[in-house]
């Protein structure tokens, strides 16, 4: 049933207050009144993540009397302060503390006190003179401090609380990690502390990527949240958005200028005002060949400051968006940073289905119950959650989909921080309707009760069946702990590993985590995979971290060798941010066949915002790429789902690259315009294309790679879009911008 807008008012009631909108609002008003109004409600000394109300109760109780000198007051709202961003106050307060001859600290207060320094020496170098190499691990050149008396401090800090705990993992990483800042790492690290070999290169041969988004005025200094890439204007280059987790964040529109710029369009693109998201995603729901933008908010946040609507927002075509979430069906109100669209009926229109968090599986009225809904065909949808028994319970962190059986249905696989794993196969019922029914412990998932956050399906061994990755979120301690315990030889079991399940085209996965070397620390957050050296293998790029300060630990890349194993590139691709790590994209934005990354960077608190980034790929081998750009006609208009096989023969030998078309990663969105490599072959025998629920294949024979092609469903010709190279200026190297072709002449 279409929903209508009421013409003489809309009544919304949502957590406890009433918005009253005039016959005059739109739908898109409307959201922004309503995020307005969660915001202020939701400014409160219950929100964990809001210390502001924290530090004015701490001063109120200070401004009395009562307690004035109390050291665990004081020390309480430093580390408030230190979550505001307010590192200077905090590390006055601390200094206090323990210059006080009648108090004896306790170990919480120095460990504290050392990351307070470190986080100013961070604020006064990597965030106020920021480099391309800032807080890159290992840090070295231009990514050393220039102001040194945080890092010095934190290390005289954490030599005294080393002393009395020798075997405090957590501090022994985070001492290392502050002579590094100063360029003194290993040399003046005193041998009884130090960690080795934190500097070696991973792997020879590998090129570092380089960060210039801020040359390229693309660095937006904010907290968490997701990153799409994507052509939004349709003129055939690559466009950016942005957004933040917290209600007071604003999303960022970056239109690609096609010369080497971008130019910031938020405000003309009506994106004022749509603030928050954890994650975006794009999609075409109205199948009008615009891509639209699916807004996830209020992932992480309890007692109930999490229940925050998401936000459809309609591309109009024109270079605006409009939010159209309450006309589509779509208001709801449960905290989420996870969705998969895809066509689950087979009926040539994009459905959703939406991962909630709940942080018990009993089921009362707190609960947040994962949704399915199904297109209408006409801007609206219908929630079809319990008659498709997909109506999960659980703290979930991540949902993605894939036809992992190749029964010609996407299936959906949920990721969850209570530990549970989903593999929801899809019954594929004829005539519309939709089924799923739970194989997971048929297929072999069941057994890891690990909990798990960012996830994925892809095909990683190139032999035509979708795979599945899922990253282990099991911690006790700051994540430091854990990188100082693997560096020490130490490793404790499934710390923050990448889970790797071969498919075994039987309907059941092996767990390879071991033998493709992916039992590594790592704590993804977000990620997303691509290929970086146009091999046809796909590659994994994770950003990494938690809300705690202690936790800073690299970001990690793997390169995919062969489809055999993953071998750690961090450290030789400069990939490593100290940084937290969240929404991630691969793209080649240069139109060069090269993908760049993308990196949406920042923390929880305000105090823990970052810059984004984007890393060029400084890539220089003569392996081939094809991209390509698919129209469904009876499939959904954006081809998601669509499977695309490459077979070629590179060196003497035949060999297929499979690519299902799709944005990557469950945190962080790749363009959908499939962009594949295919190693030295010289041309491509053929393209095979299954387009998502329709039925349709379509064969391509003989095509010259390195270029970009437009297919559209049914048609035998493809179109060749002639796309310039681009080049993005880095103002201190210019030569790493260019594209390869320009710097060989």
Same mark, same amino acid.
């Given at each position: 049933?279409?929903?209508?807008?009421?013409?003489?008012?809309?009544?919304?009631?949502?957590?406890?207050?009433?918005?009253?909108?005039?016959?005059?609002? *739109?739908?898109?008003?409307?959201?922004?009144?309503?995020?307005?109004?969660?915001?202020?409600?939701?400014?409160?000394?219950?929100?964990?993540?809001?210390?502001?109300?924290?530090?004015?109760?701490?001063?109120?109780?200070?401004?009395?009397?009562?307690?004035?000198?109390?050291?665990?007051?004081?020390? *309480?709202?430093?580390?408030?302060?230190?979550?505001?961003?307010?590192?200077?106050?905090?590390?006055?307060?601390?200094?206090?503390?323990?210059?006080?001859?009648?108090?004896?600290?306790?170990?919480?207060?120095?460990? !504290?006190?050392?990351?307070?320094?470190?986080?100013?020496? !961070?604020?006064?170098?990597?965030?106020?003179?920021?480099?391309? *190499?800032?807080?890159?691990?290992?840090?070295?050149?231009?990514?050393? +401090?220039?102001?040194?008396?945080?890092?010095?401090?934190?290390?005289?800090?954490?030599?005294?609380?080393?002393?009395?705990?020798?075997?405090?993992? !957590?501090?022994?990483?985070?001492?290392?990690?502050?002579?590094?800042?100063?360029?003194?790492?290993?040399?003046?690290?005193?041998?009884?502390?130090?960690?080795?070999?934190?500097?070696?290169?991973?792997?020879?041969?590998?090129?570092?990527?380089?960060?210039?988004?801020?040359?390229?005025?693309?660095?937006?200094?904010?907290?968490?949240?997701?990153?799409?890439?994507?052509?939004?204007?349709?003129?055939?280059?690559?466009?950016?958005?942005?957004?933040?987790?917290?209600?007071?964040?604003?999303?960022?529109?970056?239109?690609?200028?096609?010369?080497?710029?971008?130019?910031?369009?938020?405000?003309?693109?009506?994106?004022?005002?749509?603030?928050?998201?954890?994650?975006?995603?794009?999609?075409?729901?109205?199948?009008?060949?615009?891509?639209?933008?699916?807004?996830?908010?209020?992932?992480?946040?309890?007692?109930?400051?999490?229940?925050?609507?998401?936000?459809?927002?309609?591309?109009?075509?024109?270079?605006?968006?409009?939010?159209?979430?309450?006309?589509?069906?779509?208001?709801?109100?449960?905290?989420?940073?996870?969705?998969?669209?895809?066509?689950?009926?087979?009926?040539?229109?994009?459905?959703?289905?939406?991962?909630?968090?709940?942080?018990?599986?009993?089921?009362?009225?707190?609960?947040?119950?994962?949704?399915?809904?199904?297109?209408?065909?006409?801007?609206?949808?219908?929630?079809?959650?319990?008659?498709?028994?997909?109506?999960?319970?659980?703290?979930?962190?991540?949902?993605?989909?894939?036809?992992?059986?190749?029964?010609?249905?996407?299936?959906?696989?949920?990721?969850?921080?209570?530990?549970?794993?989903?593999?929801?196969?899809?019954?594929?019922?004829?005539?519309?309707?939709?089924?799923?029914?739970?194989?997971?412990?048929?297929?072999?998932?069941?057994?890891?009760?690990?909990?798990?956050?960012?996830?994925?399906?892809?095909?990683?061994?190139?032999?035509?069946?979708?795979?599945?990755?899922?990253?282990?979120?099991?911690?006790?301690?700051?994540?430091?702990?854990?990188?100082?315990?693997?560096?020490?030889?130490?490793?404790?079991?499934?710390?923050?590993?990448?889970?790797?399940?071969?498919?075994?085209?039987?309907?059941?996965?092996?767990?390879?985590?071991?033998?493709?070397?992916?039992?590594?620390?790592?704590? *993804?957050?977000?990620?997303?995979?691509?290929?970086?050296?146009?091999?046809?293998?796909?590659?994994?790029?994770?950003?990494?971290?938690?809300?705690?300060?202690?936790?800073?630990?690299?970001?990690?890349?793997?390169?995919?060798?062969?489809?055999?194993?993953?071998?750690?590139?961090?450290?030789?691709?400069?990939?490593?941010?100290?940084?937290?790590? +969240?929404?991630?994209?691969?793209?080649?934005?240069?139109?060069?066949?090269?993908?760049?990354?993308?990196?949406?960077?920042?923390?929880?608190?305000?105090?823990?915002?970052?810059?984004?980034?984007?890393?060029?790929?400084?890539?220089?081998?003569?392996?081939?790429?094809?991209?390509?750009?698919?129209?469904?006609?009876?499939?959904?208009?954006?081809?998601?789902?669509?499977?695309?096989?490459?077979?070629?023969? !590179?060196?003497?030998?035949?060999?297929?690259?499979?690519?299902?078309?799709?944005?990557?990663?469950?945190?962080?969105?790749?363009?959908?315009?499939?962009?594949?490599?295919?190693?030295?072959?010289?041309?491509?025998?053929?393209?095979?294309?299954?387009?998502?629920?329709?039925?349709?294949?379509?064969?391509?024979?003989?095509?010259?790679?390195?270029?970009?092609?437009?297919?559209?469903?049914?048609?035998?010709?493809?179109?060749?879009?002639?796309?310039?190279?681009?080049?993005?200026?880095?103002?201190?190297?210019?030569?790493?911008?260019?594209?390869?072709?320009?710097?060989?002449?």
């Amino acid at each position: 049933m279409k929903f209508k807008i009421i013409l003489a008012s809309v009544l919304v009631v949502a957590l406890g207050f009433t918005i009253i909108a005039s016959s005059q609002t *739109s739908s898109h008003e409307e959201m922004i009144q309503l995020l307005k109004a969660i915001n202020q409600k939701n400014n409160t000394i219950l929100n964990p993540f809001n210390p502001e109300r924290k530090i004015e109760y701490c001063d109120s109780v200070l401004k009395i009397g009562i307690n004035n000198q109390d050291s665990y007051l004081w020390a *309480s709202k430093a580390s408030l302060l230190l979550m505001k961003g307010k590192e200077e106050q905090a590390v006055d307060i601390y200094e206090n503390i323990l210059s006080k001859l009648d108090f004896m600290p306790t170990d919480a207060v120095f460990s !504290e006190s050392g990351i307070a320094y470190m986080r100013l020496g !961070e604020r006064s170098n990597c965030m106020l003179n920021h480099t391309g *190499s800032s807080c890159i691990f290992p840090i070295k050149n231009d990514g050393v +401090h220039k102001i040194q008396t945080g890092s010095r401090k934190a290390i005289e800090t954490y030599k005294t609380i080393l002393k009395i705990h020798p075997d405090d993992l !957590e501090s022994k990483w985070l001492i290392n990690i502050a002579y590094m800042t100063l360029g003194e790492y290993p040399v003046k690290v005193p041998k009884n502390l130090l960690i080795p070999g934190l500097n070696a290169d991973s792997v020879a041969g590998v090129k570092p990527f380089k960060d210039i988004a801020a040359s390229l005025g693309i660095n937006v200094n904010g907290r968490a949240g997701g990153v799409a890439i994507d052509d939004f204007n349709n003129d055939g280059y690559l466009d950016i958005i942005t957004s933040g987790w917290d209600l007071s964040d604003p999303m960022h529109y970056f239109q690609n200028n096609k010369d080497g710029t971008f130019t910031d369009r938020t405000e003309q693109s009506g994106l004022t005002g749509i603030t928050g998201g954890l994650n975006i995603q794009q999609t075409d729901f109205n199948n009008d060949g615009n891509i639209d933008l699916f807004v996830l908010r209020g992932a992480w946040l309890t007692r109930g400051f999490g229940n925050q609507p998401s936000s459809l927002l309609r591309n109009n075509g024109d270079g605006t968006f409009t939010d159209v979430t309450i006309p589509s069906g779509l208001l709801f109100f449960h905290p989420t940073q996870t969705a998969t669209w895809a066509d689950f009926n087979n009926d040539g229109w994009l459905d959703v289905f939406v991962g909630t968090e709940t942080s018990t599986q009993v089921l009362d009225a707190n609960s947040s119950t994962c949704a399915l809904y199904i297109n209408n065909h006409n801007g609206t949808f219908t929630n079809v959650t319990k008659t498709a028994h997909c109506d999960i319970v659980s703290f979930v962190k991540g949902v993605t989909s894939a036809d992992y059986n190749n029964d010609g249905y996407p299936d959906i696989f949920i990721s969850t921080m209570t530990g549970n794993k989903y593999l929801l196969k899809n019954k594929g019922i004829k005539g519309g309707g939709v089924d799923f029914e739970d194989v997971t412990d048929k297929a072999g998932i069941g057994s890891n009760k690990e909990r798990t956050f960012t996830t994925w399906f892809y095909d990683y061994n190139n032999d035509g069946w979708q795979d599945i990755i899922v990253s282990d979120y099991q911690f006790e301690r700051s994540l430091g702990y854990y990188s100082a315990s693997q560096a020490l030889g130490r490793p404790v079991a499934n710390a923050g590993n990448v889970f790797l399940y071969k498919n075994n085209q039987d309907g059941t996965f092996t767990n390879v985590t071991k033998e493709a070397g992916l039992d590594k620390v790592v704590y *993804s957050m977000g990620g997303n995979f691509g290929d970086i050296d146009n091999d046809g293998y796909l590659d994994m790029y994770f950003g990494t971290g938690n809300p705690d300060f202690r936790s800073l630990v690299p970001n990690k890349m793997f390169k995919n060798v062969g489809g055999k194993k993953f071998v750690d590139i961090t450290t030789s691709s400069r990939l490593g941010n100290l940084q937290k790590g +969240h929404g991630i994209a691969f793209a080649d934005l240069r139109n060069t066949g090269r993908q760049d990354i993308f990196a949406e960077m920042g923390g929880a608190y305000i105090g823990d915002s970052y810059t984004s980034s984007l890393y060029l790929n400084p890539e220089t081998n003569d392996n081939n790429w094809i991209s390509l750009k698919l129209d469904g006609v009876k499939a959904n208009k954006a081809a998601i789902g669509s499977h695309i096989k490459l077979t070629f023969t !590179e060196n003497g030998v035949k060999r297929s690259v499979y690519k299902d078309v799709n944005s990557g990663g469950s945190f962080g969105a790749s363009p959908l315009r499939q962009e594949m490599g295919i190693g030295q072959a010289k041309i491509i025998d053929e393209i095979e294309i299954k387009w998502a629920g329709s039925g349709t294949v379509q064969y391509f024979k003989n095509v010259l790679p390195n270029q970009f092609l437009h297919i559209t469903e049914g048609v035998d010709q493809f179109k060749v879009n002639q796309l310039a190279k681009l080049t993005f200026i880095d103002k201190k190297d210019m030569s790493l911008c260019m594209p390869m072709t320009a710097q060989m002449k």
